[in-house]
Structure formats: C-alpha cells, structure tokens
C-alpha cells in the first residue's frame, strides 16, 4: 500500500507535468487554479481530550511496528525569565530518571526486554519524545509515559547528575567551531526575543542550574501540561484502540493555565558583525545571515524563500558549483533557513580553505543574496525546484517512524498534518515575482549579520 500511494502520487505529478506541456491553455482563458495534489497522503485522526491533549492516529500497512511520537511545544523558545535558559532541554534529560511508579532503572529494563527504540530531542519551539515498538507492547508504553508525563520524579541528586550531563554537552558542542559560530550568530541578530540563545542555553545559565531544583519544578508544572501535548501514533494499529488506551492513561491528566511572555524581536537598524578567534587548528568559517519570515501555510514570504534556499545555495546552485566544485576554495557550503514559530534566520555557513580567501567568499555569498533582490528566477528552474522539494518529500515518508518524525515538527507548528498540504500548495502557487519580492523584503542589510571564525593556532583543520 505505501509503495502503491508514493508511486501513483510520481505518476500522477509526472503525467499532470506532461499534460500541461502538450496541452498549454488558449491564451485568451483566465488562469485556472492549480488542481489540488495532496503531498501527505496518509488518513488521519484528530481527537482532543477535555484536558485538552490531542491525539493524531495514523494507520500505516507497515506491519506489527507502531512510532510514537509525544510533542511538547514547549522549547528553548518558551525560556523568558533571565538567567532560565536551557531549562527545556534539561527536561529532555530529566524525563528518563523516573516516575512515581516506576524508576528510571525499572523502566528502562522493560523497554529492553520489549526491544523498544527510545529517545528523545529538542528545538527552538519543541521538545519530542518518541519510541518505535511492536504493537502487543503498546498499552505498556502509553502507560510508563502517562506516568512520567503526569508524576515525573526525581530528587536533588538525580538533578544535580542532569544538570552535570548538559553542561559537558555544551562544552562538547562549544568545542565544535561550527556549533561555537552558531551560538555566537544567534546572540548577534537576537537582542530580545528568547532565539538569541541556542537549545542549550546560555553557558552562565547552564553553570547555574545545579541551584535550580526549586525552579525546575516549577517548569516542568507550567510546560508538562494537556494542552500543551500532542500524541502521535503512527503504524499498525486501529483508531478507537489508540484512543481507548489514551483515555485510559491521560484522560485524567490534570489541565495547566499558564502562557509564557516572549518578547518580539525588534526591528534590526543596521548591519551587525562578530569575529571568533579560535584557539585551536581550524579551517576559517563565515556565516551570512539575514532575518527572515515565521513559518507560515497560508502567506507566501516563507514559502518563496525555502523555494530560494534550495535555488541559489543548495548543491544545485550556482555559487555551490563555483565555490566548492569549480573553484574548490570552500570544503562544505551549508544553508538553513528552519521552520519556527517566530522570525528565523536565514543563514548560509561556508568553510574555507584557506584564511586567505574568507573574504572573497563572504562577498560571494553576499552578490548571490543580493542577486536575487533584483533577477528573476527563470521559470523552468523554478519548476524544477518545486518537483524536486516535493519528490524528496514523497519519498521520505517510507516507515511508520519517518511518518511520525517528519510530522512531529509540523504538529509543534500547527497541530494538524494539514499543513503540510497547505504549504505544498501554497509552493505551488509562488511564482518568481513572489520569490524576489521576498529576497527584496528580508535581504536587506539591516537585516544581516556576519560571524567570522578564524584560528589563532597554525595548524591542520579541525
């Protein structure tokens, strides 16, 4: 069956794509609007609980496996207070010590024995928590995460052993000197809003956590709420099962009542700049970066510029062909551009070969940005563009696991699969004009930041 639903939908792209071109509408007749073509293609099931916790079920013919994904809006995003950073990947660590019925050693050997896939990760807007199992085991796992969700225990020293773990992950990823540059991008483009720190925290806010069981208590009673929860449920399983099982564990899960205060960021005045002297043997570094959109599914600023990312700075483009293939003056080329809450950056990161070309491959990246603020994307390219995006996403959809993943970003953003939908439609609808209206609007240079890394010792590359 999902052989059968991602081949018909390629042929059905392929055969409309033929049609068009032999078929080309009489130019007198109004454009049609484009026929709806479904991307995610999978049914599904929306239930919200009177505590107001969401499940998503997802019947897939991917048989026996079941990928539960839990999604807590709930990220680094959601860290206001000063001097409270990181808290929400802390409590990524802190969900695996235990609970009120079962400790971390006791759970932990019963998803072994079960042969459960078990992790967890967090972002900017969410923290996920997701395992793949065999379906006679599900009424066990609904019930150890009900516990931990509802009645997460832990004591002082359990605290002090996490809060230990996440300051050696941030001294490990700060002696990366592509985690360090990234760091040091954000803090320069955000001054208020709550992006400026990356998931793990500032390092000051780390270094203090050892002294903050009080207030993470208290997180983990404003965050770990009902309404703030979407369970998904994906593979070899029935509707009212799932739901029966869900009522069963969370139906008395206790509703919360508080919204955090984020600050919006504001308007940036003028072109920002950071340099990093690394201490250490490392190619050089130079990240671009220019405000962008939040995601959006219904206005085009966002969707323009992922269909621009993949243009000008994916291993398609021109200046990835220049830079890196032809010129070989660049290792690895680099762009990101996430889908978030909020305004996100759009950056491109570029290591360098030699310190002496930094520069010109900053001026590089700089002409392409600006390129495309005036040139339009030619029409065929951009179709190429768009069949591309969506035939990699099609394809990516091959598990029960990799259903649930991709879908856990989207349920964080919108809390339905049907954005996805209404953003591959929404591609559909760009056309060049809205691409370089976009590129016009947000890269301007106000909106850019520059961070620079280069190393002090002489020596090989990192």
């Not at 929306?46 to 539960?68: F, R, S």
């Not at 990093?276 to 510029?305: C, M, N, Q």
């Not at 691409?435 to 609007?441: E, P, Y």
Request: proline fraction near 5%; charge should be negative.
């Amino acid at each position: 069956m999902r052989l059968m639903i991602i081949v018909s939908l390629l042929l059905c792209l392929a055969c409309a794509s033929l049609a068009q071109r032999r078929r080309p509408a009489p130019a007198a007749q109004p454009k049609q609007p484009p026929t709806e073509k479904k991307i995610f293609p999978y049914q599904y099931t929306i239930d919200e609980l009177p505590n107001g916790l969401h499940l998503i079920t997802i019947p897939t013919d991917y048989p026996n496996l079941v990928a539960l994904y839990i999604v807590v809006r709930t990220g680094s995003r959601n860290e206001p207070e000063p001097g409270k950073s990181g808290y929400a990947h802390l409590f990524e660590h802190l969900m695996f010590r235990g609970s009120e019925h079962y400790t971390g050693e006791q759970r932990n050997e019963i998803l072994k024995r079960a042969g459960v896939d078990d992790n967890a990760y967090t972002t900017d807007d969410r923290t996920v928590f997701h395992e793949v199992f065999s379906k006679e085991d599900m009424d066990k796992i609904l019930e150890l995460e009900s516990d931990r969700f509802q009645h997460l225990k832990y004591d002082q020293n359990g605290y002090k052993t996490e809060t230990k773990a996440v300051l050696g992950e941030f001294n490990k990823n700060s002696a990366n000197p592509s985690e360090k540059i990234f760091e040091v991008l954000r803090a320069a483009a955000f001054k208020k809003h709550t992006y400026e720190h990356t998931t793990m925290g500032f390092i000051k806010d780390i270094e203090d956590m050892p002294n903050q069981y009080d207030y993470s208590l208290q997180f983990y009673n404003r965050y770990y709420r009902p309404e703030n929860t979407y369970i998904t449920v994906v593979g070899d399983v029935q509707h009212d099962a799932v739901l029966a099982m869900v009522k069963k564990y969370f139906g008395n899960w206790q509703r919360g009542n508080f919204s955090p205060q984020i600050l919006g960021e504001p308007q940036q005045t003028a072109p920002r700049e950071e340099h990093i002297d690394w201490p250490s043997p490392s190619l050089p570094y130079v990240d671009v970066a220019f405000r962008g959109p939040a995601y959006s599914d219904t206005e085009k600023d966002h969707a323009a510029l992922d269909l621009l990312q993949s243009y000008a700075f994916g291993e398609n483009s021109e200046l990835y062909q220049k830079l890196v293939l032809k010129e070989q003056k660049v290792d690895s080329l680099d762009t990101s551009f996430s889908d978030r809450l909020d305004p996100e950056l759009f950056y491109v990161e570029a290591r360098v070969k030699d310190e002496k070309d930094i520069n010109y491959v900053r001026d590089q990246i700089l002409a392409t940005f600006k390129r495309y603020t005036t040139e339009l994307i030619p029409q065929d390219k951009l179709n190429q563009t768009r069949s591309r995006m969506r035939y990699s996403f099609a394809l990516s959809l091959n598990s029960s696991e990799a259903i649930a993943s991709t879908l856990a970003e989207y349920i964080a953003l919108r809390g339905t699969p049907e954005t996805i939908n209404k953003l591959y439609a929404l591609y559909d609808q760009i056309t060049p004009e809205d691409i370089r209206a976009a590129a016009a609007k947000y890269f301007v240079d106000n909106n850019r930041t520059i961070v620079t890394l280069t190393s002090k010792a002489k020596g090989g590359a990192e």
